[in-house]
């Protein structure tokens, strides 16, 4: 948990990403999440927690499904998308905050 806390005190912006080995959707989302991230918010630090292996950090930030996504701003969680993680929804959350934080 204090590395997950870590890891968003220290980025000003951040996505976690909740997976875990079983989930084939998990598997399909990430390299989509993580292209979409390099591509068009290159300043958004990615992070992958396995609940399975890290049930602690899942339970600390109320995961209790995959995937979901958990989008920091400064510090803060902005957005959560969990299960049905639509793309372009996804982008458009994300548009107006980066702007505003690295524009």
């Known amino acids: 948990m204090e ?5 968003i005190n ?9 997976t875990h ?3 084939n959707v998990c598997k399909v ?3 989509k999440i993580r292209a979409l991230l390099q591509e068009s918010f290159p300043k958004i630090h990615f992070h992958e927690i396995d609940t399975v292996k890290n049930p602690g950090i ?3 930030f109320s995961v209790f499904a995959v995937p979901t996504l958990l989008v920091f701003f400064d ?5 959560r998308f969990s299960r049905h993680v639509n793309i ?3 982008t458009e959350s994300l548009t107006r905050p980066y702007q505003l934080f690295f524009e």
């Open 58 to 60: 899942a339970a600390w």
């Open 3 to 7: 590395e997950a806390q870590k890891l």
């Open 10 to 18: 220290d980025h000003s912006a951040m996505v976690l990403y909740f």
């Open 75 to 79: 510090k803060s969680e902005f957005f």
């Open 29 to 31: 989302l990430k390299p």
């Open 88 to 90: 372009k929804e996804f």
């Open 21 to 23: 080995e079983e989930c």
